[in-house]
């Protein structure tokens, strides 16, 4: 695995007498999180192999947080992601209240949801606008962007700041945030603070317009490639969710109790990942803001829905490449809710809690949807609070599985095309994932006491 | 005089430092005018040769890894470690705290011998070339990343602190960790953060490593004036000062 030594890229194309052969090989894809290899090749139109593979270090966290307290949990497995800290957070949060039995008020799990919709529109601005975007205007970076598009670059620019002043002014900083803790929080905002959010808030609804539009207007950029699948997501009764609620699934009307995420997700190894695969009622399932959309379009708040009535996203779309499209309604949808939370913070008054733990010893799950989809941790804690085993599976790696299935059936149909645009293809469509590798953590088969 | 070619590369960690280089928004296309990136995975599809300044996130926990630092280090002139994983291991080195067979078992069960699956004992960046520069933090703090590129595009020296956080948490007046009977350990830990977690009411983990030669001293006088014992603090050193010379001094 050399840096630079030899090209990220490798395409060869022999027309031998009647044989034409076509070969590309991308060495870590380029503006995703973290590190994934393509492969394909292919004899006469004839895919030989067709390969998504994950090389990715292995952190193994689920061993190394054994033997911490409980109140050092949040702060290790915080740095799993620096893009899903916030719902890292959450999720470990979320576990230990449920081991432990600890119930949080109304106004935590308001100012919860505001700072992890801070970080959905920071992720979203980001993958979006700096990692997807140059693609859809032929550039291989968001930097030209910035002199062809100024316009555009920094209506981006204005919507991550917004999601990261969220995370800065209720977490403590912009990632891996530090006022998080079980039962609560350790400083709140003050009404000043909030007000302020809200205005910024209204402020930016003409900038999620325009990135709308903007999107819009290269939406015929997106590949046209659909195969039915199961989404698996976060669902409640009357809600978008993205903190509350079972795990529903396209395939089925049953809805799962988070604690039972083990028989949802179903991991395995295989030798072309050191991230382990997920699949359900299928071989394969796809998390992230199309699941989420394809369970919670029918909940979408007035702003949400009329973008996405302009796209003419229709529930139960199975195009992989419109996630980042669900992205973009997803921007409008936080922003709304917020403005709600807000509202109800603020009208209710501000009161000063402080988080109260009675340790004990149990086990519980956390589920939280990351920006690029569900979240799952498990831990299990001894009387004294030490920690004594964990579980986490994370968004991307339920959907490698997918990825793969994607390539092996759009392969085909994009065969005859020239070899770069099926790199391009190929790697738009991994991008589409919103893929965040470095959630190098895994199942793991303990043996809970 | 032509701009310096920077790139970033990152091994195992989070990709959060390289995060807070797109948290600088606007001021990124300000430091566009000093230094030109021609490799930068997670931003950009080129790719280049040689490099003025290179930036290496992440620990190094395979040898396959070692290799390819290595490999940056010959085509770099100036080599900087970038947060808190590349400058002391940070979270990644609580493996080293195991038996390395039995965390491969731990997470990977039954498949554990698969060839791929291969790690070896956390290192930091240091630990594996020369390091020119140390961007300290979990993760690192944007404006003093900002200001050391500055610097160096200008060909200054920039200055690294080599002060407690128990200066900067003073200096915000914040009542001092040890009162809520916590154990922090701004003594020791270097400043520059801004005593952002103190500031908001969490006791400092060490995220920035520690000081040149840390006050071992105070801090156990600390210790014995808050009532809290030595496997108390070792507790909390573990968590990013694991497998540090100064943690094993301490303990």
Redesign the interface.
């Known amino acids: ?5 030899e ?2 890229l490798v395409i060869t194309a022999g027309e031998e007498v009647m044989t034409k052969t076509v070969e590309v090989n991308v060495h ?1 894809v ?5 590190h994934g290899n393509i492969t394909l090749r292919a004899s006469d139109g004839n895919i030989e192999k067709v390969e998504w593979q994950v ?1 990715e ?4 966290f ?3 947080v ?4 409980y109140e ?1 949990i949040q ?2 497995v915080s ?5 899903c ?1 916030v719902t890292h957070s959450f999720a470990a949060i979320k576990a230990i209240e449920a081991a432990m039995d600890i119930k949080v008020s109304k106004q935590t799990d308001n100012i919860r949801m505001l700072l992890h919709y801070g970080e959905q529109l920071e992720s979203h601005a ?1 993958h979006v606008g ?2 997807v975007a ?1 693609d859809l205007l032929g550039q ?4 030209p962007l ?1 002199k062809s598009h100024p316009d555009v670059v ?1 209506t981006v ?1 204005r919507l ?2 917004l999601g ?1 002043t969220i995370m800065e002014v209720l977490g ?5 945030p ?2 998080v803790k079980p039962g609560g ?3 709140l905002p003050t009404e000043a603070q909030l007000l302020e959010l809200k205005q910024m808030m209204e402020d930016s609804v003409p900038d999620i317009t325009t990135l709308a539009d903007v999107v819009l207007s290269l939406a015929d950029k997106l590949p046209v490639f659909e195969r039915e699948t199961e989404y698996i997501a976060l669902v409640e009764p009357k809600h978008y969710s993205f903190y509350h609620g079972d795990i529903g699934s396209t395939d089925t009307d049953e809805v799962k109790p988070v604690n039972e995420f083990e028989s949802v997700v179903n991991e395995y ?1 295989t ?1 072309q ?2 991230a382990k695969w997920a699949k359900w009622h299928r071989d394969s399932y796809m998390v992230g803001a199309l699941a989420r959309y394809n369970l919670g379009a029918d909940h979408l708040l007035p702003l949400a829905g009329k973008i996405a009535r302009k796209f003419g996203l229709k529930k139960g779309c199975c195009n992989p490449y419109m996630n980042n499209v669900a992205q973009v309604i997803e921007c409008a949808q936080v922003a709304e809710h917020s403005l709600q939370l807000i509202d109800e913070v603020i009208s209710a008054g501000i009161k000063d809690e402080k988080p109260d733990v009675k340790v004990q010893a149990g086990n519980g799950a956390g589920a939280v949807e990351a920006p690029r989809g569900i979240l799952f941790h498990r831990y299990e804690f001894d009387e004294k609070g030490i920690c004594t085993g964990a579980n986490l599976c994370i968004p991307t790696n339920q959907n490698h599985g997918n990825i793969q299935k994607d390539f092996e059936a759009f392969a085909p149909q994009i065969i005859d095309r020239e070899q770069n645009e099926i790199r391009l293809l190929l790697e738009m469509l991994v991008r589409a994932y919103d893929p965040c590798i ?5 199942y ?3 043996e809970f006491i | 005089m032509s701009k310096p070619k920077v790139a970033f590369f990152d091994f195992a960690c989070c990709e959060g430092c390289q995060l807070q280089v797109y948290n600088l928004e606007e001021d990124i296309l300000n430091l566009l005018e000093l230094v030109e990136p021609v490799e930068w995975r997670e931003a950009m599809s080129d790719k280049a040769e040689k490099y003025d300044i290179a930036f290496i996130e992440g620990s190094i926990t395979r040898p396959g890894d070692e290799e390819s630092l290595k490999d940056i280090r010959e085509r770099s002139t100036m080599l900087i470690a970038l947060g808190a994983c590349a400058t002391i291991g940070g979270v990644n080195k609580l493996k080293n705290n195991f038996d390395l067979a039995e965390v491969k078992q731990c997470v990977y069960s039954e498949s554990a011998g698969m060839g791929h699956l291969e790690t070896s004992a956390t290192k930091s960046v240091g630990e594996v070339v020369k390091v020119d520069y140390h961007i300290h933090g979990c993760p690192i703090d944007k404006q003093e990343f900002a200001y050391i590129v500055r610097c160096l595009a200008l060909g200054k020296t920039p200055v690294i602190p080599n002060h407690p956080v128990c200066v900067e948490c003073k200096m915000k007046e914040n009542i001092c960790r040890f009162e809520y009977g916590e154990i922090c350990l701004g003594p020791v830990t270097r400043a520059g953060c801004g005593a952002k977690c103190p500031s908001n009411g969490m006791w400092c983990f060490g995220c920035r490593g520690y000081v040149d030669n840390p006050n071992v001293n105070a801090a156990r006088e600390v210790m014995d004036q808050y009532g809290k014992t030595i496997a108390d603090l070792q507790g909390k050193l573990k968590l990013f000062g694991s497998k540090q010379e100064a943690t094993d001094e301490m303990a």
């Open positions: 695995m050399r840096f630079g030594g090209p990220y870590h380029t503006r995703v999180e973290g090389p270090a292995p952190r193994f689920e061993a190394m054994r033997g911490r307290s050092d702060t290790i740095r799993i992601c620096g893009i800290s980001l700096y990692l140059p291989n970076s968001v930097i910035a920094k620019i991550h700041r990261n403590g900083r912009m990632t891996h530090v006022t929080f350790t400083v190894v030798p990942s050191t470095s959630c190098s953590t895994h793991l088969d303990v």
